[in-house]
């Protein structure tokens, strides 16, 4: 049976005390007692007999976004949706069971770095429809990483946002300190900032539960789908597929980027090792994150050098998985080109690229002498560079010291040249 089927919530009401958020469930995102808090707030607001301004639940935009200054190629995965089974059983919108018993909302959590992704605050969370703040809380500590037992103060972080017909979106596990300033009663936009994704609550990971209710504070799940009685057509403008596959990240690493997630680290102890410039010779990790893979779809992930040249050429079947990673060591010999390499994962109609470079190391000082060469070329030097020309064939040539960066008379370069002073040797 439906939480929200007709009949029984008719039932419930004639049987008992009409409690329109029905039975909590030990292992929801949220605890019983907030539920208790907002049905009362909300009582109080029907008593002053609030006149919507419309009927109709609003359209919902997607509720996250990359914060500015970020462009990962994806950041999330759809973890759990609503559990429509009202008994023990579990069935999402599609009929699937991609939740779990009691679960009210849709978890998404962020990927493939979500300690890390939360602690440097790559994700906003933002108002799926336009309103006014129902309720809100902050402060609360958003690095719990073990729901059994939940921590003693399961109470999250969050905000509440009533829409125009007195439906409801909650938003969850919210990061301590990062909530919205505005206040209980004002008003905010569709897409306006709200906070950043936490694990603030009963929550294992980083995520957000985006929790929908209708005027009548009944849970209603957003998606459309065969299972879903709780809507007959979706909430959302956009809705996702079921399967979202895609990718979410290529990168390179200095070793295999651990994740936590599944391995019982907890929390901020896994090292993602994120690397960019490396010494001709060493080993180059790449990985690439996929997300929802399904089996039969293959994976590529290719590599070419400065001259454009194929250096690696790879292909992964990954099997059906809600998250998958891709790993390759590459070694960049001493017979490499250094300059710019570019890895390309291809997966599912998606292409996504990620540069690396590699140079000669980095000595103290660099003297380069009547410098030739077919590719793009990246000279780095811990104090300084003295040169006298550059007859570079490639697009371009890159200097980089610390201290000085001297060219001496008569220099010419043959094509793009730049020379940055400081920031050289690093990562
Ligand atoms: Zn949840």
Redesign the pocket.
């Known amino acids: 049976m439906n939480i929200n089927n007709a009949s029984f919530i008719l039932l419930v009401c004639i049987l008992c005390v009409c409690n329109p958020f029905v039975s909590a469930g030990q292992k ?3 605890p019983e007692s907030l539920y208790q808090r907002w049905e009362l707030m909300a009582e109080a607001d029907k008593k002053s007999n609030i006149q919507y301004k419309s009927n109709q639940i609003p359209l919902l935009n997607w509720p996250l976004r990359l914060a500015s200054g970020f462009n990962y190629p994806n950041y999330y995965v759809i973890n ?1 949706y609503v559990d429509l089974d009202s008994g023990p059983g579990i069935e999402d919108y599609n009929c699937g069971a991609k939740s779990y018993n009691g ?5 998404i959590d962020l990927d493939p770095f979500e300690w890390q992704m939360k602690n440097e605050g790559s994700v906003d969370v933002i108002a799926a429809a336009a309103g006014t703040i129902f309720d809100k809380d902050d402060g609360i500590f958003d690095e719990n990483c073990n729901t059994s037992p939940c921590p003693s103060n399961t109470r999250g972080n969050y905000v509440i946002i009533q829409h125009d017909d007195g439906s409801r979106t909650l938003y ?2 919210i990061k301590r300190f990062s909530v919205t300033s505005k206040n209980i009663g004002d008003a905010v936009a569709q897409g306006e900032y709200l906070g950043k994704v936490g694990s603030s609550g009963c929550s294992s990971h980083p ?1 957000l ?1 985006f ?1 929908v209710w209708n005027s009548q504070l009944d849970v209603v799940d957003p998606f459309a789908g065969s299972c879903n009685t709780t809507t007959t057509s979706s909430l959302w403008a956009n809705q996702k597929p079921y399967n979202d596959t895609g990718i979410n990240r290529i990168g390179t690493y200095s070793s295999v980027p651990v994740h936590p997630e599944g391995n019982g680290a907890c929390p901020n102890t896994h090292n993602v090792n994120q690397k960019n410039h490396f010494t001709r010779g060493s080993s180059v990790y790449i990985q690439g994150n996929l997300r929802h893979t399904l089996s039969g779809i293959w994976a590529y992930i290719k590599v070419r050098d400065p001259n454009g040249l194929l250096v690696a050429d790879l292909t992964y079947t990954p099997p059906t998985d809600d998250r998958y990673f891709l790993n390759h060591t590459f070694n960049t010999s001493l017979f490499s080109v250094p300059g710019k390499y570019t890895v390309t994962l291809n997966y599912f109609f998606a292409t996504v690229t990620h540069d690396f470079w590699v140079t000669d190391g980095c000595p103290s000082n660099r003297t380069l002498s009547n410098e030739t060469h077919n590719a793009d070329r990246w000279y780095n030097a811990s104090q300084t560079i003295t040169s006298n020309s550059d007859s570079n064939a490639g697009v371009e040539t890159l200097y980089n010291a610390n201290n000085r960066i001297t060219m001496t008379p008569g220099f010419s370069a043959k094509n793009r040249f730049r020379a940055y002073l400081g920031n050289a040797c690093i990562n």
């Open positions: 929801n995102c949220v759990n679960h009210r909302g849709t978890d969850y596990h995520h539960h929790e």
